[in-house]
């Protein structure tokens, strides 16, 4: 469609032989593409938005209000926000009583390797948008999804912040390409590929013979003393 009226297959091929595969490709700078014999710059333009484009029909498709109850879903939501993200971001899910997300907020951009966060951004950005709860996503690019000791020392103060004003951080993940890691699990001693769930779902009430509904289940605190321990 950038460039109509020629065959494109040599030039297809020597893209994929200069980057060395079609996700390289796509994260390549415009600048960079453009170095590449035979591009211009609407092919260039076209090329660098697919992971954008990308980005946006993931979390399209999840619908309008989607719900985090638990680790696969806030997987599955978060994960799209890094493709071919090139340098650190910090995004924060507010979500309601029931798990539903009210809001999402990119809170900092970093460089390749380092971002900061400040809580009182994190806390205020909270409350005006009501949330009962927060998850936290961040990419390391380049590198893996292990948290480094300052990722855990920042989820640490951030926890104790919002836990001050009576809302929870129920999980900060990290991705890394395909790896995910999730420093609830790691604080829970959860097994590395098992999947676990935000909330208690089946909560026994006197006076009552079923489970309560979804409105009313309980987040689980991501405690301090979990994340110190």
Known sequence: YAIPRRDVNPLAHELIARFGSLS????????????????????????SMMPQLMRYYQLNALGEKPVITNFAQARAYCQPLFVGARDEHVYMVCIDQSGRVLHLALM???????????????????????????????????????????????????AQALNG??????????????SVHSMMRMSSGGEENGNFSYVMQSRIVPGRSRALKEDQYEWIALSADMLES
């Open 24 to 47: 390289n490709v796509l994260d390549a700078d415009e600048s960079e593409l453009m170095r590449v014999s035979g591009m211009g710059e609407s092919a260039a333009l076209l090329l």
């Open 108 to 158: 900092h951009s970093g460089t390749i390797d380092e971002v900061t966060l400040y809580p009182r951004r994190i806390v205020e950005t909270a409350i005006r948008h009501n949330a009962h709860a927060v998850v936290l996503a961040h990419n390391h690019p380049g590198g893996t999804a292990q948290p480094s000791q300052a990722d855990q020392d920042t989820t640490r103060a951030l």
């Open 165 to 178: 004003i009576g809302i929870r951080l129920v999980d900060h993940l990290i991705f890394s390409g395909e």
